[in-house]
């Protein structure tokens, strides 16, 4: 953890990332309800958003799109991920170099660790490395620190997610994307778990836009400084509107209900 | 991703590899009908017809065989690949570095990732340093994009298709080789989830001239720019008659009949 | 083993580490009875205090809170660790690079080693890099020694803390942590098997004060030049108190009643 | 595969490799009836025979005993290679880097690679960086191609040499040794799928004059261009003799029966 | 193997290397009834004796104390070794660099083969890199060659010990230290099959004064230039005598009984 607050991906000191690295973690069947988002630009679009302090994707699609919104969008790179082809204990694959990364633009590193899974320590390394060379470009590290694999069940008890909080404080990320624990008291855990590292939560699968942006609320008023989020976003028929309310919950900590009344 | 439209091996927006890696993957078998063949001297010759636009070999035959055909064949070097005598998980060695392909005379690389293999990890992490390498030389990339392994049945199934060339948009490829997904519907599903992606379709076992040049019509209509093909050329009795059609089919996107009347 | 005696993380011929790294290798559990520590400042306010000669902490919360603490404590860098949801063979990952732990203003390195772990030969070569790098920073090395795994149930009989202690010195340490073996005797052979390189005492878990600084006593008694200590302290209502106590007991040999009824 | 006709290990475009590697191969059990050929030196003299193109000898016996004899033999340097002690699946030890094997003086190198084991991908992968190094040095490489392993039972059947020799080809060899086929047929296939590489005959194990050489004859009437010979050489009383008559039936293309007339 | 005789490990074409090790290989249990071995310096005093022409240590035992001794002892750096508390398959960590080992002042580098085991190919490669390294500092290699390993049970069978002196020779040690494999004969063909390179016989445990004698008596007529001894020597009350019978044995090649005589 480095002071990051004067970084592009941080406002007001707080974060919401939008990631779209769906079509490589879980392929195609995120989108048969919006084809149309098969096609980056239309996320790029929607990361212009000015609530938007970063969209994260793979090397791929950040070398094919970014350049067209390099003015307007902050680039996190996804270094690592799988396919969910996959069908080996739980393990992501380096897919970009911070290096390369660097060349490409980006603003920030992004790097998931299994903690618990019988490759958390190969992961461990890896991240190392990762977290390092980003040092070495000025670049802060959020860590996906989603603790599974063999052994852990319910990968969002709170001693899980606070053990994964406290997993990217000690190893040196600047801010680790957890689950939300099921409760703000949870969550305040995870947060003091923490230190003085930034905690964002993981949007999840798409629910009611009352659900989500009260969860939201929620984890911010527990002390996360923001959200990580993606289908929760593009999933949803109008992007804007929902990071309308986003920006209300998370920069302004309004609640959910004057958020999403001031937005509808 | 990278624009590669102005490159050697597009012409037009279009794309034709003549693939002649069997004798490496399938072995001596392929060659039963058409010993001949076994002289890649033979395959270089049919390269050099117009509708060519890259010959794909290994870095053995590259060395051997490319110094007598530089002026009038682009190089796709095959970096990996494996023999059929291997018995294990699926899996492709990398046989030649990038450094050496570029010094080779390489105009662009190829590189089989097999997505869903035990070794889809190992093998994703190769191919982030040759896409890597390959930008430093500013070499074209093409992946072979194979889903297959344990629990992988039927890979040409049109969500496996599609996620195959979703896997090369996401890890940075500029074209992605796919096994036609058996309808010109999923076809264009495949080409939608490689956003603006090149995808060639991969020309399989050999068929009858008419089903050959009916699927091409179809996966170009669908989108596809272009097919990687082996067998169905170099194993016919007369390849520049079939590399005649498949140019009209491909660049002049003329139907399987009329391209086949035009060249009977 | 080289010469350290005039290193920051000794004094007096003595050493007395403050190690937190609980939040990685245990979790939060370890913070359950006192939640206010797991903001890592309040342990380095802790280590402030003269009688400990260093602070054990991996690289992030080195990162995070070290530069406020520079003037005032010496920092050790523990470059590897694993977290307790790791199911497999006893394993530690390494998390740090010397060059980098050395650019964060490390005075020594921590190491762990588990003897008899399957994973014994890798780690052991993994040491070799770490020792080999920190002596071109000319930094201490300090080995957590701990016999572990298949095959080793009770780790604190007298043979294999002595076994431990030797193979910090074989493998080239400058200082062994090993636990207590149980008696004075067991740790004075411990100490003779090391030779001339020093060893530190593991504090374990907590327990009352009598209890700890009478065993610490011991281990003084029979050669251990300190102390390695983490929950015995900052788990402690009043950490300075014991640390008062054990300034006394460690560099100027009281006895364990003489410490006690001098600090309370 | 480049143009290796100028290199001192041809002559008129045949190669005779005498190999001796036996010591590590199949240990001190091949010299039990001639234990004076323990002494590397007695074969080093034979390989000064006009007949002998290269010399093929492990690191150690390279070091030890061609500085005597770099003027009257060339050095093949066998890079790799694995004792019989060796009870897991075919594998060999890369016991020579190339740069050190290019400071001995060698001339060429030789490889060893397990089509079909377990661990081909990784011997393909290990050749790779053998061959590219090689091309550095300017050295023909010479395969030992010797499919093996979980799943082939019989390894010296036709469609696995001739995969063999085309595996050198597209791997990038100058030359592989092979086992015979059986016949002169799948000899002369085997050469046909080498397209324009080199192939020589391995030696195998000890047999008449009469019943070596016709095989000989045989081979080199199919297409190969010499031969890699050690027991069939070294193990006789005279192999001067042998290869005097070698010398007829590999250079001078004569019968075998001449050859044995001439120099009996 | 290269030219060693004016090394300073060897004396007249001999040596006698004094080893101690055993701390690491075999624990505190090798020195219950000579608890006052445990420090190294007593050994290294023993080491002074003009008998012996080298002394191997691992690299923290060489860190420490050598520098006391570096007038009067050559340092003869032993790189690898294992503790006994490892329980899989033999196999032994590369503990020490050679440049290292060289920056320290060895003499001479020290590396433990175990051929037949299932880490022979890897530790074959280990083997290269140290031995590679070592002629660039101009170091002779002693190869400890010690086959074992699943399918090996008796380890000093005349043919295995025969085969364990060829893989010194062959892979480039330049001596090899092997078991007395039980009679002269035997031997005598174990230095046959090691050519040119020196065999020493290693000392085993401890036995009588004479059994030991007229055991390296026998190893020394049948060829071997000397030995490799730990146990033997400093588990001894007095290692100076046994050193000055040694000295008869070896360098003046007097019979075990003139040199008992002689020295007691």
New interface residues.
């Given amino acids: 953890?480095?002071p990051i607050d004067d970084s592009p991906i941080v406002r007001d000191g707080k974060t919401l990332i939008l990631a779209m690295?769906h079509?490589?973690e879980h392929?195609?069947?995120d989108?048969e309800d919006v084809?149309e988002k098969?096609?980056?630009?239309t996320v790029f679009e929607t990361a212009t958003h000015d609530a938007v302090t970063a969209m994260a994707v793979?090397?791929?699609?950040a070398?094919?799109?970014y350049p067209s919104y390099e003015d307007d969008v902050n680039l996190l790179l996804k270094v690592n991920?799988?396919?969910n082809?996959?069908?080996?204990e739980y393990?992501?694959?380096?897919?970009?170099?911070v290096d390369?990364a660097a060349e490409i633009g980006a603003d920030a590193i992004g790097f998931t660790l299994y903690?618990?899974s019988?490759h958390?320590?190969?992961m461990?390394?890896e991240?190392?490395d990762v977290?390092?060379d980003a040092?070495e470009h000025d670049l802060p590290v959020v860590m996906w620190s989603y603790?599974r694999?063999?052994?852990?069940k319910n990968d969002t008890k709170p001693?899980?997610i606070?053990?994964a909080t406290?997993?990217?404080?000690?190893?040196?990320?600047d801010i680790a994307k957890v689950k939300y624990p099921g409760s703000s008291d949870a969550m305040e855990?995870a947060c003091?778990?923490a230190?003085?590292?930034k905690v964002v939560m993981s949007g999840g699968s798409k629910t009611s836009d009352y659900e989500f942006l009260s969860t939201v609320e929620a984890a911010v008023n527990a002390g996360a400084t923001g959200l990580a989020v993606g289908r929760n976003v593009w999933q949803r028929e109008n992007p804007t509107q929902i990071l309308d309310a986003l920006e209300k919950v998370i920069y302004d900590e309004e609640t959910a209900d004057a958020a999403l009344e001031a937005t509808e």
Avoid at 38 to 41: A, K, M
Avoid at 58 to 61: E, N, R, S, V
Avoid at 85 to 88: A, H, N, T
């Fill in positions: 953890m480095i690295d079509g490589l392929g195609p069947v989108f084809p098969l096609d980056p630009s793979q090397k791929g699609i070398e094919g799109y991920g799988t396919s082809l996959w069908m080996g393990d992501s694959a380096v897919n970009c170099s390369y903690g618990g019988n958390e320590v190969e461990a390394e991240f190392r977290q390092e040092r603790p694999g063999q052994g852990l001693e899980v606070s053990y406290r997993l990217g404080l000690e190893l040196g990320a855990h003091k778990a230190g003085d590292m």
